[in-house]
């Protein structure tokens, strides 16, 4: 026998909500509809625009359009700029190691753990 359930079960309300249809919008082609509407109600609230505008803004209340930064934009060069700091390419020294590896050894002393083998050519590639 399942346990005593303490709660009453809910009537179900089928009752349909009798209500009529809103009326259809009709559009006429050349007619001007935003006019009327626009003309005679005020949709912008501008105060609070301008509040925000002086929360954000610095407390200036102005309303000041922005500039095209493209129109300041005079193209990329390939040129390194001057300010721009040249990357030395780190020196290292290779090493034969005993197990019969190369290993890159570093300018400050460390080395890199990954082990190459001397090709005939002598270019150096990395063990797979």
């Known amino acids: 026998m399942p346990p005593f359930?303490?709660?009453?079960?809910?009537?179900?309300?089928?009752?349909?909500i009798d209500e009529t249809p809103p009326a259809p919008i009709v559009y006429r082609k050349g007619q001007d509809v935003h006019t009327t509407k626009h003309s005679t109600t005020q949709e912008r609230d501008?105060?609070?625009y301008k509040d925000a505008l002086a929360l954000f803004g610095n407390g200036e209340t102005a309303v000041v359009a922005s500039s095209n930064i493209a129109d300041e934009y005079d193209g990329v060069s390939n040129e390194p700029t001057p300010d721009a700091p040249q990357e030395d390419e780190p020196t290292f020294e290779w090493?034969?190691?005993s197990?019969?590896?190369?290993?890159?050894?570093l300018s400050d002393g460390q080395f890199e753990p990954t082990p190459y083998v001397k090709n005939a050519d002598g270019t150096y590639s990395e063990y797979a």
């Not at 303490?6 to 349909?16: G, T």
């Not at 197990?99 to 050894?105: A, F, P, S, V």
């Open 5 to 16: 359930w303490p709660f009453k079960r809910a009537k179900k309300n089928e009752e349909a």
């Open 95 to 97: 090493i034969h190691h």
């Open 46 to 48: 501008e105060s609070a």
């Open 99 to 105: 197990d019969g590896y190369h290993y890159k050894k």
